[in-house]
Each structure stands twice: as structure tokens, then as C-alpha cells.
């Protein structure tokens, strides 16, 4: 499964109510770490397919999503269960590091 492209609309019904946990990427464009991380998290996304949903969140198109979380450093991965933060970690990482948050 690709990851799904989430936004302020979208957000609830994708993440918060999602049956599954959620792993959401917080990013932008202008973002070399996240340019760099991307490919990890697509991997993600298909190893876990079913299992885990994949969202990312452009940030800049998103200001009142990243304000809620309170987004300071990008990337920030996050993920949610039952509609609650769970965990979360900030900047590169290593896929390894992204399966023991999930």
C-alpha cells in the first residue's frame, strides 16, 4: 500500500479513527532529511501493509495540523493508536528505528 496523502480535512477519518495504527510523516518539500527519508517510510509502508497505515502530512500545506502536534522539527514521525499519539521521534532515521516506534 502506498502512503496516504493526509491534510486537515482528511485527517480524523485517515489517522484518528483509523482501525489500524498509523504511522504519520510529518514533512515538506523544501526538506532535505525528509527528501532522504521518504524512501524508508514508503518501505514501511509496504512491509506493513495492512497492518500499519502509512500517512504523510505536507506541513506547509497544513500549518493548523502541524500546529496541533506541535510540529517544530521536520521530518517528525508520529505514530497513533485509538486516535492517541503513541510515540514519536524527530529528524533521520533508520528503518530499523521507525519498526521499534510502530
Known amino acids: 500500500m502506498k502512503e ?19 504511522l504519520v510523516d ?6 532535505g532529511p525528509c527528501q532522504m ?6 518501505a514501511i509502508a509496504e512491509k506493513y501493509d495492512g497492518k500499519v497505515k502509512v500517512c ?4 506547509d500545506e497544513n ?3 502541524a500546529e496541533k502536534y506541535g510540529i517544530e522539527v521536520i521530518p517528525t514521525l508520529v505514530v497513533f493508536d485509538g486516535g492517541k499519539e503513541k510515540t514519536r521521534n524527530m529528524g533521520l532515521m ?5 519498526e521499534k516506534m510502530l
Open 4 to 22: 496516504v496523502i493526509v491534510n486537515v480535512n482528511n485527517f480524523e477519518n485517515e489517522v484518528l479513527k483509523s482501525e489500524t495504527p498509523v
Open 26 to 31: 510529518f514533512w515538506a518539500t523544501w526538506c
Open 37 to 42: 527519508l521518504a524512501p524508508t517510510v514508503s
Open 56 to 59: 504523510k502530512v505536507d506541513i
Open 63 to 65: 500549518i493548523p495540523l
Open 94 to 98: 533508520t528503518a530499523a528505528e521507525i
